[in-house]
C-alpha cells in the first residue's frame, strides 16, 4: 500500500493543501497554528495508510461533533476530516495504480450503495436547498468510499478486521465508562440519563443505538474462539460494561432492538424457512386488521411515560401513543415525512432538507409540548421516511435496497462459511445481529449521517464482502 499511496502524493498534497487553507481562511487565522500537525496527520496517512485507517475504529465513539461548541457547522473531529482525507488519497493511488480488488464491484451490497448515490445526486439536482443536498452528498461520499469500498483492501487480513472490531469495542466502552462517571454524579437519574453522554454523543438516543450496536459485536467476540483466561476476563468485563451502559441509556428503542437482533439471530442459526415467517406475518397482519378498534382502544389506556424507572414500564411506554410526549412527536415528525412525500412524491425536498421543510406541515392536532412552530428540532426520527420525504418514492426504494442487500449478503455468508469455519461464522452471527439493532433503531431515528453509525455499519459491510470473496475463492 505504501508505494500505491506514494504514488498519489501530487494529488493528494494538492487537494488536502487547498481544502486546509480554504477552511482556515473562511473560519478563523488563528487556525494556522494547527497546520504543522495537519502536515504531519498528511505524512501518516500517505506512509501508514493502513494504521491511520484501522485508527477510525477507535477514534470513531470518541469523538466529537464541533457544532456542540461554535454554534456553526457540523463536523466531527477528528474523524470526519480523517475521512475527507482518506477519500481523496485513496481516489488518487486507485487512478494512479489501481489495487483494488474487481470482484467487490459483484457485490450486491455495492450495486445497492451505488444505485443509492445515484438517487441523491440527482434528488441533490432538483432539491429544494442545492447547497445542502450537496453536502449531503458529499457527507456520504466520505463515509462510503473509504469505509465501505476501500475498506475492503484493508480488510483482506483476519488480523485488520479483527483490529478494527477490537478497537471500535473498546473505545465505545471508554465512552461508556465516561457516562456512567457523569451519570452517577446524578444518582443515574432519567432527565440527566439524556445528556450525560455529551460531548462525545449528543443525546442518549444515538448513545443508545451504538451502546446496542456492539453488544453483540463484543459478545461475538467472546464465543468465536478459545481464549486465554487474561483475554477472557477482559471480554467480559468489556460485556458487563455494555450492558450497564445499555440499561442506563433509558433507551427504549435499544433494548427493543436488541430483542429484534435475538429474534433475528434465531431465524438466521435454525434456518426457519421464508414461508413459514411470510405466513405468520400474513397472520399476524389479519389479526391487526380485524381487532385494529380494540387494539386502539389498549393503546389509549397505556399511560406508561417515558420517564418512569421501572425498565418494564418503560418498555410499554414504548407503544403510549395517547400522553408519552416523546412517541407523539414521532408521529408528529412521521405525518410531516409522509405530507412532504406526498407533495413531492417523483424527488422529494432533496437529501438532508427535512429539517428545512417540515414545518409547515405540522398538523395542530399532531403538535406536542416539545413541538416548534419553527420546526427547528431536528429529523425525520426515520431512515426510511427520511428517504421518503426528501428523496421520493426512489428514494425509499434505494435505501431499502442497501438493508436487503447487507441482509442478503451476510445471511447468504453465514450459510456458506463450512462449519468447520467456527470463528468466522460467529463472527458473522455478531455483524447480523449488529446491523439489525441499527436497521430497526432506523424506523424510529436516522444517525447515518453521523461518523458514530455510518463507521461500523460500513465497515461490517466492507468485512462481509471480503470474507464472501475469500470464501468463495477456497470454495473454487
Not at 487553507?21 to 500537525?37: E, K, M, S
Not at 463515509?143 to 473505545?171: D, N, Y
Not at 438493508?403 to 451476510?410: E, Q, W
Request: aromatic share 14%; net charge neutral; with cysteine.
Amino acid at each position: 500500500m505504501r508505494s500505491i499511496a506514494s504514488a498519489a502524493i501530487p494529488y493528494f498534497l494538492a487537494s488536502a493543501l487547498a481544502a486546509l487553507f480554504g477552511v482556515l481562511i473562511w473560519q478563523d487565522t488563528a487556525l494556522l497554528t494547527l497546520f504543522p500537525l495537519g502536515l504531519l496527520l498528511v505524512y501518516f496517512a500517505i506512509y501508514q495508510t493502513e494504521k491511520v485507517f484501522i485508527s477510525l475504529a477507535f477514534l470513531t465513539p470518541l469523538s466529537v461533533n464541533i457544532e456542540e461548541f461554535t454554534q456553526s457547522f457540523g463536523l466531527f473531529i477528528p474523524t470526519e476530516p480523517l475521512l475527507f482525507g482518506l477519500m481523496l488519497l485513496l481516489v488518487a493511488a486507485e487512478i494512479k495504480t489501481p489495487f483494488l480488488n474487481k470482484e467487490i464491484w459483484k457485490s450486491p451490497i455495492i450495486h445497492a450503495v451505488l444505485f443509492y448515490l445515484v438517487v441523491v445526486t440527482i434528488t441533490a439536482i432538483t432539491s429544494s436547498h442545492p447547497m445542502v443536498s450537496f453536502k449531503f452528498l458529499l457527507a456520504r461520499l466520505w463515509f462510503i468510499i473509504p469505509v465501505l469500498i476501500f475498506g475492503t483492501h484493508f480488510f483482506q487480513k483476519e488480523k485488520s478486521r479483527m483490529q478494527f472490531l477490537w478497537l471500535f469495542v473498546i473505545a465505545t466502552c471508554i465512552a461508556i465508562l465516561y457516562t456512567l462517571a457523569h451519570h452517577s454524579m446524578y444518582g443515574f437519574g432519567e432527565k440527566e440519563g439524556h445528556w450525560v453522554m455529551w460531548p462525545l454523543f449528543k443525546d442518549h438516543t444515538i448513545y443508545g443505538a451504538i451502546v446496542a450496536l456492539i453488544l453483540p459485536i463484543v459478545v461475538a467476540l467472546y464465543f468465536s474462539e478459545k481464549h486465554s483466561p487474561l483475554t477472557q476476563a477482559i471480554l467480559i468485563t468489556l460485556i458487563t460494561i455494555v450492558l450497564i451502559g445499555l440499561y442506563y441509556s433509558y433507551t427504549r428503542a435499544a433494548w427493543l432492538s436488541i430483542i429484534c437482533a435475538a429474534m433475528v439471530c434465531l431465524v438466521v442459526y435454525y434456518r426457519i424457512n421464508f414461508k413459514i415467517l411470510a405466513g405468520i406475518g400474513v397472520i399476524a397482519l389479519i389479526v391487526v386488521f380485524f381487532k385494529w378498534d380494540q387494539i386502539q382502544m389498549e393503546l389509549g389506556r397505556n399511560k406508561y411515560e417515558h420517564t418512569t424507572e421501572s425498565f418494564d414500564e418503560r418498555l410499554q411506554s414504548a407503544t403510549n401513543v395517547t400522553t408519552d410526549a416523546s412517541n407523539l412527536e414521532r408521529i408528529n415528525r412521521w405525518s410531516c415525512a409522509i405530507a412532504m412525500f406526498e407533495q413531492r412524491p417523483i424527488f422529494g425536498y432533496g437529501p438532508g432538507t427535512y429539517a428545512f421543510e417540515y414545518a409547515p406541515f405540522q398538523e395542530p392536532e399532531n403538535l406536542t409540548i416539545i413541538s416548534t412552530n419553527f420546526g427547528d428540532m431536528g429529523n425525520a426520527h426515520s431512515e426510511y421516511l427520511a428517504a421518503l420525504s426528501e428523496m421520493g418514492v426512489m428514494g425509499l426504494v434505494s435505501f431499502i435496497g442497501i438493508v436487503v442487500a447487507i441482509f442478503f449478503s451476510m445471511i447468504t455468508l453465514y450459510n456458506k462459511l463450512p462449519l468447520s469455519e467456527t470463528k468466522n461464522r460467529v463472527l458473522v452471527m455478531g455483524m447480523i445481529a449488529a446491523t439489525t439493532t441499527y436497521f430497526v433503531h432506523a424506523f424510529l431515528n436516522n444517525f447515518l449521517d453521523t461518523d458514530k453509525a455510518a463507521v461500523p455499519i460500513w465497515a461490517m459491510c466492507a468485512m462481509v464482502i471480503v470474507m464472501g470473496m475469500q470464501n468463495k475463492k477456497v470454495a473454487n
